[in-house]
């Protein structure tokens, strides 16, 4: 596991969030720059909006933004049992984003990961009650209030907790006592 956030990451971030080098209204109206920069009390004093940011700090805002989110994402990784690194770069992608108090805004997707339930992980991220899914399409209003402002955030996080979900079921399988059959199926 690397201990610094990776190029992948910083690559998936750089993605996600763009680039601004002036101050900019994020799609919650909090100032901006950067990569997805959002201003502190102190730079609010000296950032206004519209204001351009010079590059040496920009990319110290990313340095620190990025490590902050990665170690968050590797404590809570370690917390849950999990040492994939992809599913640690998902985790840090939330931690950027969301900041990293994410857990107590996301309670039943913490509790169902920590529980190594991913499946039901990735439904508590994307809607307001999973229940619903029983009941057939889920209407926009009731989607996860997260997914209504960033679908595409989202919908990588989930897609990472199903791929996660799908490689622990398959290392779950013990291949010494599992038998293929013609068509694939395995057999006990």
Known sequence: M????????????????????????DSL????????????EKELAKYKKGQKIDETTTKQWLIDDSSKAYNAAIAQADEAGITDQAFIEALASVNFQLGTGWRSKFKGTWAAIKSGDFKLAAEEA???????????????????????????????????????????????????????????????
Do not use: C
């Open 126 to 188: 994307m809607y307001k009650d999973p229940s619903e899914l029983d009941k057939g399409p889920v209407p926009e209003n009731r989607m996860s209030s997260w997914f209504q402002q960033t679908p595409v955030r989202v919908s990588d996080f989930t897609a990472a907790l199903k791929k996660y979900g799908m490689k622990k079921d398959r290392e779950s399988l013990n291949p010494d006592k599992a038998v293929m059959d013609s068509v694939g199926q395995i057999q006990r």
């Open 29 to 40: 109206g909090k100032l901006t720059g950067g990569t997805g920069h959002l201003l502190t």
């Open 2 to 25: 690397a201990e610094i956030p990776t190029e992948s990451f910083l690559k998936h971030l750089s993605d996600r969030e763009g680039f601004e080098s002036y101050v900019y209204a």
